[in-house]
């Protein structure tokens, strides 16, 4: 072991005096924005043995069995589930705020019953140190497994994690944070698990009215108010205003590039769990098109010009319009119309060279179906977009895991 990381443990054992009396760690598995994850063993798990009638090799945690696409409705029947013997333990890095991390707990502990949602075993503070223990989830790596991944896999793979968005969703909290990083997914078992809820929240929370929730009419003639409103404070201009005397907009834009919703990008002052569906939907089309990272913005503006060149100009307009917002741009790449999914899949595929040789190539019925998914997931409205519950009855969704 690397000689820092080392130093971290000893430090975190020094921390806190009686760690060594229940864990021993062994090393560090995650290095992230808010917090370092160690793997530890949980030593009084000998103890339990006995007690709790486990097998004391089975030392990996699984999750409880997903339930077949027939009975995904009913989440109330609890399983019994067994005393880690490994453990995660998560070091909130010490800048962040109490009340932010009240709140992880707080939703981890909401969610504690949820399928597919990593459960909290505990928590710990010494002052300004807070450690949060979660049963060890045993996964591999994204970048290992989703070039392989056929459509069968995909479908369980997304079975499993709109499993997990139904039940966070269904207590109306919204994970903002949706990444292959943070779905924990072990291809062997066909199992994964959500963690992080760092950057969670409840549905609602600092939220305002957005013209995206008024029906058409009353969005169309705010729009028309607002841009004669506009015309006569500066008259009409074209490119960006020198001095803007529209108000600012203020929303919440926490997540990770390439992954935040148009709505995000738009400002949206009354996110909902949508924003979630889309980002499950840009995972989909990083395994269809077997690209990663499938956008790769530096900042808003880049990957909004990203989500432009594939819906087009007109779509994208659409878009903005439904928060109120102005979308332009004079980019040649920003075709009018975009491309379908279908084509974007071809392409990146090396299925197809955009028709020159006149070869018809197509994508099978499953591809189709599963394109069919992903338009629902990435549709650019988020009131029109699939919710978790309703994706768990979509075709594309009904699999039986063996
Ligand atoms: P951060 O807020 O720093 O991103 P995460 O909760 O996402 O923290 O954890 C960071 C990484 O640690 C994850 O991507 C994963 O590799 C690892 N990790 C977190 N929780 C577990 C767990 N329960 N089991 C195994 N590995 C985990
Ligand atoms: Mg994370």
Redesign the pocket.
């Known amino acids: 072991i690397d000689v820092s990381v080392q130093q971290d443990m000893e430090k975190l054992q020094h921390t806190f005096p009686h760690f060594r009396d229940g864990y021993r760690l062994i090393k560090r ?2 290095e ?4 370092t ?1 160690y ?1 530890a063993e949980d030593i009084r798990y000998h103890d339990y043995v006995n007690r709790w009638d486990i097998d004391a090799d089975d030392s990996q945690w699984t999750p409880p069995p997903l339930k077949s696409s027939a009975s995904h409705m009913n989440h109330t029947s609890r399983h019994p589930r067994r005393k880690p013997k490994f453990v ?1 333990i ?1 070091k909130i890095y010490v800048t962040s705020s109490p009340a932010r991390i009240l709140n992880e707990l707080e939703l981890l502990h909401d969610l504690r019953d949820s399928p597919s949602v ?1 459960p909290l075993i505990t928590a710990f503070r010494e002052s300004d140190q807070v450690l949060i223990i ?4 045993r ?1 591999q790596d994204f970048r290992k497994y989703y070039p392989k991944m056929n459509i069968y896999d995909t479908r369980v793979y997304l079975r499993s994690l709109f499993t997990a968005l139904a039940a966070v969703h269904a207590r109306g909290i919204v994970h903002r944070d949706i990444k292959p ?2 779905f ?1 997914y072990d291809p062997d078992k066909k199992r994964g ?1 959500l ?2 809820f ?1 950057l969670a929240e409840r549905e609602g929370t600092d939220s305002k009215p957005c013209l995206c929730h008024e029906d058409r009419q009353v969005r169309k003639q705010r729009l028309q108010q607002s841009v004669a409103y506009n015309s006569i404070q500066s008259g009409p201009q074209p490119g960006y205003p020198k001095q803007d005397t529209r108000p600012s907009r203020r929303a919440n834009r926490a997540g990770t590039r390439g992954f935040r919703a148009p709505e995000v990008l738009f400002k949206c002052t009354e996110q909902t769990t949508k924003i979630d569906i889309w980002s499950a939907g840009v995972i989909l089309l990083t395994i269809l098109c077997k690209r990663f990272p499938f956008f790769n913005s530096a900042d808003d503006i880049e990957a909004m010009i990203e989500i432009a060149t594939i819906f087009g100009n007109k779509r994208m307009k659409l878009a903005g319009q439904l928060h109120g917002c102005m979308f332009d741009s004079t980019i040649p790449t920003i075709s009018s119309q975009g491309f379908s999914f279908e084509k974007i899949m071809l392409w990146s595929t090396c299925r197809s060279d955009g028709g020159r040789d006149g070869t018809a190539n197509t994508l099978a019925p499953e591809e189709k179906e599963a394109i069919e998914f992903l338009s629902r997931c990435m549709d650019l409205d988020p009131t029109r977009r699939i919710s978790a519950e309703d994706a768990l009855r979509h075709p594309f969704l009904q699999v039986e895991v063996d």
Do not use: E, Q, R
């Open positions: 598995i995650g992230g924005t808010f917090s994850v793997k995660a998560k990593c979660l049963p060890y989830f996964h990083t943070n924990l698990v963690v992080d760092g």
